[in-house]
């Protein structure tokens, strides 16, 4: 299984930015997707998840109306739109797959997650 996330770069505070997570050797519509970030000297947040199916997503509080996460099943690809982008969203953007599907009000936890990729640096500039 592989997935590697790409789309980072810097950007303007109030700009926008779509991630992408490409997968291979897994079978992508069993999976709940997440994205996760890790700002500098900070733990890993969980911002985002979305259902095997892509009818549920959640975010966190801190991305909430701003970021948006889809996902494509034919082409084994996952995406998370950015938008109003804010020096505090600087940080390592990861995604994720896991096999665990949740209630909608389970937190976007990173030990449900089987699969990581290597992660793509998002630089917002005020």
């Known amino acids: 299984v592989q997935l590697q996330a790409s789309g980072g770069g810097l950007v303007q505070a109030g700009g926008s930015l779509r991630l992408s997570c490409a997968t291979s050797?897994?079978?992508?519509?069993?999976?709940?997707i997440g994205w996760f970030r890790q700002a500098p000297g900070k733990g890993r947040e969980g911002i985002s998840r979305i259902s095997s199916t892509g009818r549920r997503a959640v975010y966190a509080s801190s991305v909430k109306g701003r970021f948006t996460i889809s996902r494509d099943n034919a082409k084994n690809t996952v995406y998370l739109q950015m938008s109003s982008l804010k020096p505090e969203d600087t940080a390592v953007y990861y995604c994720?797959?896991?096999?665990?599907?949740?209630?909608?009000?389970?937190?976007?936890?990173?030990?449900?997650?089987?699969?990581w990729g290597q992660g793509t640096l998002v630089t917002v500039s005020s």
């Open positions: 050797g897994l079978t992508l519509d069993s999976y709940t």
């Open positions: 994720a797959v896991s096999s665990y599907h949740p209630i909608i009000s389970h937190p976007i936890n990173d030990i449900d997650y089987d699969y």
